[in-house]
């Protein structure tokens, strides 16, 4: 009796280290009635296409669940983090993808300030219980490159990033319709990698 009492407690520590060894960067499963928020400037409300083609509406049809466009053209991040926690609270989502700092780069606004704010954008949701994925925004110019920020703050906050896949589609001029926006395939191609991440983070299986 006491060696099964022994094995059966030495299993509830193996199952507890495992839930507890979730990783950095990991995500909960998406039920299928469970709401995806996409929330950003004007690369998520989908200027240079038709809303039926910007990347949260591909999105929606590439995982099967509901993905809400809170994108608002021309926003800069102060002003998101303003708006975030409204939104949140009125479609209580069970993740938030974060695609914002575009026109605060435009505008060369304080880098230090845009990190703070995506981090309150951050803690906007982890108050909530809402987990978080970011989309790193380039340096547009002569050699196109993530601003390091976002990668900085994904390691400190230890959740995902779409690295790499915005620069690439923005130097591409086959997925642009202008200079700083993409166009029906290139809105598809940043669905698909958000759908990817989302795969191998474990929010879809």
């Given at each position: 009796?006491?060696?099964?009492?022994?094995?059966?407690?030495?299993?509830?520590?193996?199952?507890?280290?495992?839930?507890?060894?979730?990783?950095?960067?990991?995500?909960?499963?998406?039920?299928?009635?469970?709401?995806?928020?996409?929330?950003?400037?004007?690369?998520?409300?989908?200027?240079?296409?038709?809303?039926?083609?910007?990347?949260?509406?591909?999105?929606?049809?590439?995982?099967?669940?509901k993905v809400v466009n809170a994108g608002?053209?021309?926003?800069?991040?102060?002003?998101?983090?303003?708006?975030?926690?409204?939104?949140?609270?009125?479609?209580?989502?069970?993740?938030?993808?974060?695609?914002?700092?575009?026109?605060?780069?435009?505008?060369?606004?304080?880098?230090?300030?845009?990190?703070?704010?995506?981090?309150?954008?951050?803690?906007?949701?982890?108050?909530?219980?809402?987990?978080?994925?970011?989309?790193?925004?380039?340096?547009?110019?002569?050699?196109?490159?993530?601003v390091p920020l976002y990668q900085e703050?994904?390691?400190?906050?230890?959740?995902?990033?779409?690295?790499?896949?915005?620069?690439?589609?923005?130097?591409?001029?086959?997925?642009?319709?202008?200079?700083?926006?993409?166009?029906?395939?290139?809105?598809?191609?940043l669905a698909e990698a958000v759908a990817?991440?989302?795969?191998?983070?474990?929010?879809?299986?």
């Amino acid at each position: 009796m006491k060696s099964l009492t022994t094995l059966i407690f030495s299993l509830c520590m193996c199952f507890l280290l495992v839930a507890c060894d979730k990783g950095a960067g990991t995500l909960s499963f998406l039920r299928p009635n469970d709401v995806v928020l996409a929330f950003g400037d004007s690369l998520t409300t989908g200027v240079g296409t038709r809303s039926e083609s910007s990347y949260p509406a591909q999105l929606n049809r590439f995982i099967a669940r509901k993905v809400v466009n809170a994108g608002v053209s021309g926003e800069v991040s102060a002003e998101g983090v303003t708006r975030l926690p409204g939104v949140l609270d009125q479609f209580e989502p069970e993740l938030l993808i974060i695609c914002h700092g575009g026109n605060d780069i435009l505008r060369k606004l304080d880098r230090q300030q845009l990190k703070t704010n995506l981090r309150y954008m951050y803690e906007a949701a982890n108050q909530r219980d809402i987990e978080v994925v970011m989309i790193a925004v380039p340096q547009l110019g002569f050699g196109l490159e993530d601003v390091p920020l976002y990668q900085e703050l994904a390691d400190e906050l230890k959740i995902p990033l779409l690295s790499g896949t915005l620069k690439n589609l923005l130097a591409d001029n086959h997925y642009k319709s202008d200079p700083i926006h993409l166009n029906e395939q290139g809105y598809k191609k940043l669905a698909e990698a958000v759908a990817d991440l989302l795969d191998e983070n474990g929010a879809l299986h």
